[in-house]
């Protein structure tokens, strides 16, 4: 058991609501994504204890290894991490979101690991990169829309929104306000593809501000994370 967990998630949430009721919206719209990156499974099944539905992960490998263990926890897994196009299998068979297409290849290869012709489709966000450095992850924002057509084209993708990681040399409410903007672009391409994943454990109270709808936060509730091993 982990003394901490209960007061640090009831914390969390206590102050998502606060930015929320600062900002004028109803904290019932934004959801709370537990990322449980390099925690053990155990981390994960005291979270689902305390009511926790929605939790994120960035590795492959981590987030099958994860959700076979708890294959009946009512969990949604949010696979938050770099894609690669040759494990798109592997994470469409266990993500119920990816927030992290950022090219056509991984979009299309996600597309073609469907399992069958009237699956579900896969909910996904656009990541966008909110810098200026092209290695990092995400499209960059001139290329936003014709990407956006090209995953509404994806039969078996649904696209539900954007999602960044604010950069480190800049003011995150700067960031996020930024990211507001490609959000209307997107949602000129697709009108539904609303919602918005931006904020972390230091900045969730700006992407609130700035109208996240899923909130990606580790080690504010979890603790600090582990050294990989
Ligand atoms: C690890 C991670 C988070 C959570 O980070 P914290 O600072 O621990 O809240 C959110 N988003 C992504 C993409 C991550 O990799």
Redesign the pocket.
């Known amino acids: 058991m982990t003394p901490d967990l209960p007061d640090r998630l009831a914390d969390v949430d206590g102050r998502i609501a606060d930015a929320a009721r600062r900002a004028g919206r109803d904290p019932r719209d934004i959801t709370r994504i537990v990322?449980t990156?390099f925690h053990p499974t155990s981390l994960v099944e005291e979270l689902v204890r305390l009511g926790v539905r929605d939790v994120?992960e960035?590795r492959q490998q981590e987030l099958s290894a994860k959700r076979a263990e708890l294959p009946d926890a009512g969990l949604r897994w949010h696979f938050?991490?770099q894609a690669q196009a040759n494990k798109a299998r592997a994470v469409r068979a266990a993500a119920s979101a990816v927030h992290s297409v950022d090219r056509e290849r991984i979009a299309d290869a996600l597309d073609a690991a469907a399992p069958d012709d009237d699956t579900d489709p896969l909910d996904v966000f656009l990541q966008v990169n909110l810098t200026d450095d092209a290695g990092r992850g995400g499209v960059a924002p001139a290329d936003l829309e014709r990407l956006a057509e090209h995953v509404t084209g994806c039969r078996s993708l649904k696209v539900r929104g954007v999602m960044a990681?604010a950069p480190l040399d800049e003011n995150p409410a700067d960031a996020f306000e930024r990211l507001a903007g490609y959000s209307r672009r997107v949602r000129s391409v697709v009108p539904d593809a609303t919602w918005i994943s931006a904020g972390?454990?230091?900045d969730f109270a700006e992407a609130i501000a700035a109208g996240a709808t899923h909130l990606?936060?580790?080690?504010?509730i979890t603790g600090p994370r582990p050294p990989r091993g």
């Open positions: 990322v990156k994120g960035n938050i991490g990681v972390m454990t230091a990606r936060i580790g080690s504010a």
